[in-house]
């Protein structure tokens, strides 16, 4: 069995897959978390295979008892919890006169609120412990809000706050929190069916690789206290500013 865990809430198919496989092979107990368990039966076997450790947990990260029972399960009988990583997107486009008070409430729940939850249950376990990673992955809605997506950056905005005050608060009780910035379209199926012109052009390294942002995140766990990053912008060479 692991000696240290890993949550990756948001385990898809793309970047959080990455991420967990990236922690499983450092021997890292990858605990995998989707609102739908039956989704998570590819990775969980992927990385078994790779003689790693998977285990899979269906939960709806907006609820509060859920996120709770998931943090205990995981310390109580799999491995303490060295890092969390928070991966939920969310990302939708709505014109502002059509974006009724319910799609709001949603993807600010699924963007920002199930973020200080998983964000807080980390800090409970890790504090007395004092060390631990929490990451959060933010988008260009974290920093820029554009047409459409008023929803989506107000909640990704909230996200990106939330990191900032967690890494004032829990910095000095030798937990590292941080928050990164995925400006760019990541390879991903659906990318390649409904962008196909941008898919193209990633042969020339304009799309996002979702191990090589794995490999950031390892990157961030392991710095050392005295240069850790907070922030920590990704994007291909030929992403607009």
Excluded at 46 to 58: K, L, M, S, T, V
Aim: proline share 4%; charged share 20%; aromatic share 8%.
């Amino acid at each position: 069995m692991a000696e240290q865990a890993i949550i990756v809430i948001g385990a898809g198919d793309a970047l959080g897959g990455a991420i967990a496989r990236r922690f499983a092979r450092e021997g890292y107990a990858a605990v995998l978390v989707r609102r739908h368990a039956d989704q998570l039966e590819a990775l969980t076997a992927a990385i078994r295979d790779a003689g790693g450790e998977a285990h899979p947990f269906g939960v709806d990260a907006r609820q509060e008892d859920q996120v709770v029972a998931l943090f205990e399960k995981v310390e109580a009988d799999i491995a303490p919890v060295e890092v969390c990583v928070f991966n939920i997107g969310a990302n939708v486009r709505f014109p502002i006169v059509e974006t009724t008070a319910r799609v709001f409430t949603k993807v600010w729940e699924m963007a920002c609120f199930s973020g200080f939850l998983a964000g807080r249950e980390a800090a409970k376990v890790m504090t007395p412990r004092g060390r631990g990673t929490i990451l959060f992955t933010g988008a260009t809605a974290s920093v820029r809000g554009r047409d459409g997506f008023a929803a989506f950056s107000a909640a990704k905005h909230g996200l990106r706050a939330l990191a900032q005050s967690m890494a004032r608060e829990l910095g000095p009780k030798g937990l590292h929190v941080a928050h990164t910035i995925i400006d760019g379209a990541i390879d991903t199926q659906w990318i390649a069916e409904n962008f196909p012109q941008r898919y193209a052009s990633k042969a020339e390294g304009g799309i996002l690789n979702p191990e090589h942002i794995a490999e950031a995140y390892w990157n961030l766990h392991v710095q050392p206290r005295d240069a850790w990053t907070h922030e920590l912008d990704l994007r291909p060479w030929m992403e607009a500013w």
